[in-house]
């Protein structure tokens, strides 16, 4: 059996122990005779697993105790939704900082539902290179809330600080993040967020879930005609089980989470991880005559590092020639084109250093 390195952006790679671990437990969850697939998501057994995860999470990311931690489905896609729906019971608009492909899905998917979305501020004038600087976030008098994405898994573009909403009026509104591409890639301060979602794909576990992190002054804002299986409140009162969770996946982020406590040794360990493996390829990218990254350094993703070829013409062999080097998905995404490297939590220094080598042996061949 042959693991390749893989760089995919989501669905993406999980760390082998977590892979060992789920085979180990597959035909027979440590002695209940079943697999945790085929359990009812309300059995004891399954409760136990629900509650560990969360309770893990917790720890992990020092979540205070007036925030509920949901589990639920649709992908942070549907978290576009479910926001606003959440968040504008009392009126008020939905403000944004636009910094990319993701933060303009949330922003059409408000206006698609509610008429108006208010850019507070863009990237759009330096072509997505620079995130705004906390003055050039202009909030409408209006503003029920400030939505950010932490890292644009696309262009590779990441904040380097936490903005704050503040109206016209001096008021601070709540502030939301999606957080689907950078969530426990270090410490974080959950205590400056109103809410925090995630889909889960990249550094949480499988497709099919997503983590919200909610303050609980929040759970009633609702509107009257939001779709019941959105409301925070609702899922926070039913713990996360309104309907059937994506039982198997909650399990699997279990299992990461456990891996980052006890083999990683918690987000501060994990950071430091993260800001080698980013540094080393930013330093060999920018060294090199053949790859460049024109995002402004402090605003680089270390998640998801885009980069192109001098020539295009030579982006399939280099495709190509990864591939065969064991080197997966480097494919940029669709809409930009070129590369991209993604190097979440469970993508081990050893490939960011096998990419390295691979890079730098193409570029002495074809640059
Ligand atoms: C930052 C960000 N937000 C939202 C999404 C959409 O996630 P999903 O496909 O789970 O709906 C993605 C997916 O890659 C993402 O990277």
Same mark, same amino acid.
């Given at each position: 059996?042959? &693991?390749?390195?893989?760089?995919?952006?989501?669905?993406?790679?999980? !760390?082998?122990?977590?892979?060992?671990? @789920?085979?180990?437990?597959?035909?027979?969850?440590?002695?209940?005779?079943?697999?945790?697939?085929?359990?009812?998501?309300?059995?004891? +057994?399954?409760?136990?697993?629900?509650?560990?995860? +969360?309770?893990?999470? &917790?720890?992990?990311?020092?979540?205070?105790?007036?925030?509920?931690?949901?589990? #639920?489905?649709?992908?942070?896609?549907?978290?576009?939704?479910?926001?606003?729906?959440?968040?504008?019971? %009392?009126?008020? #608009?939905?403000?944004?900082?636009? #910094?990319?492909?993701?933060?303009?899905? %949330?922003?059409?998917?408000?206006?698609?539902?509610?008429?108006?979305?208010?850019?507070? @501020?863009?990237?759009?004038?330096?072509?997505?290179?620079?995130? !705004?600087?906390?003055?050039?976030? +202009?909030?409408?008098?209006?503003?029920?809330?400030?939505?950010? #994405?932490?890292?644009?898994?696309?262009?590779?573009?990441?904040?380097?600080?936490?903005?704050?909403?503040?109206?016209?009026?001096?008021?601070?509104?709540?502030?939301?993040?999606?957080?689907?591409?950078?969530?426990?890639?270090?410490?974080?301060?959950?205590?400056?967020?109103?809410?925090?979602?995630?889909?889960?794909?990249?550094?949480?576990?499988?497709?099919?879930?997503?983590?919200?992190?909610?303050?609980?002054?929040?759970?009633?804002?609702?509107?009257?005609?939001?779709?019941?299986?959105?409301?925070?409140?609702?899922?926070? +009162?039913?713990?996360?089980?309104?309907?059937?969770?994506?039982?198997?996946?909650?399990?699997?982020?279990?299992?990461?989470?456990?891996?980052?406590?006890?083999? =990683?040794?918690?987000?501060?360990?994990?950071?430091? =991880?993260?800001? &080698?493996? %980013?540094?080393?390829?930013?330093? @060999? =990218?920018?060294?090199?005559?053949?790859?460049?990254?024109?995002?402004?350094? @402090?605003?680089?993703?270390?998640?998801?590092? !885009?980069?192109?070829?001098?020539?295009?013409?030579?982006?399939?062999?280099?495709?190509?020639?990864?591939?065969?080097?064991?080197?997966?998905?480097?494919?940029?995404?669709?809409?930009?084109?070129?590369?991209?490297?993604?190097?979440?939590?469970?993508?081990?220094?050893?490939?960011?250093?096998?990419?390295?080598?691979?890079?730098?042996?193409?570029?002495?061949?074809?640059?």
């Amino acid at each position: 059996m042959t &693991r390749h390195f893989n760089f995919c952006a989501g669905p993406a790679a999980l !760390p082998a122990a977590v892979l060992e671990r @789920a085979r180990d437990e597959m035909l027979d969850y440590r002695g209940h005779g079943l697999s945790v697939m085929e359990m009812s998501h309300r059995s004891a +057994e399954y409760v136990a697993i629900a509650e560990k995860a +969360e309770a893990d999470l &917790r720890e992990l990311l020092a979540i205070p105790a007036n925030y509920r931690v949901l589990f #639920t489905q649709g992908g942070a896609t549907q978290q576009f939704a479910a926001v606003p729906y959440n968040l504008l019971g %009392a009126g008020g #608009t939905a403000n944004f900082v636009d #910094t990319g492909i993701w933060s303009r899905k %949330a922003i059409a998917e408000a206006r698609h539902l509610f008429g108006d979305a208010r850019v507070a @501020a863009s990237s759009e004038a330096s072509s997505n290179a620079r995130v !705004p600087a906390q003055e050039e976030i +202009e909030l409408s008098r209006d503003a029920a809330y400030l939505h950010y #994405t932490a890292n644009e898994t696309i262009g590779g573009l990441a904040f380097d600080y936490i903005p704050r909403g503040v109206r016209p009026d001096g008021v601070e509104v709540p502030l939301v993040c999606d957080m689907s591409s950078s969530i426990l890639s270090g410490p974080l301060d959950v205590s400056r967020f109103g809410v925090i979602y995630a889909g889960a794909q990249k550094n949480i576990g499988p497709a099919g879930l997503v983590v919200v992190i909610v303050r609980d002054d929040l759970l009633d804002r609702a509107r009257a005609d939001m779709p019941s299986l959105f409301g925070y409140k609702a899922l926070a +009162e039913g713990g996360s089980m309104v309907n059937t969770p994506a039982t198997y996946s909650w399990y699997l982020a279990g299992l990461v989470f456990e891996w980052l406590k006890q083999d =990683i040794g918690g987000l501060a360990a994990m950071d430091a =991880i993260n800001a &080698r493996k %980013a540094g080393k390829l930013y330093a @060999a =990218i920018d060294a090199s005559g053949l790859y460049s990254n024109s995002i402004a350094p @402090a605003n680089r993703s270390r998640m998801n590092v !885009p980069f192109v070829l001098a020539d295009p013409r030579l982006d399939k062999g280099f495709l190509a020639e990864a591939e065969q080097a064991g080197l997966l998905n480097l494919k940029g995404h669709r809409s930009v084109g070129g590369m991209r490297a993604s190097l979440y939590n469970a993508v081990p220094e050893a490939a960011v250093d096998a990419l390295i080598d691979f890079m730098a042996d193409f570029e002495n061949r074809k640059g």
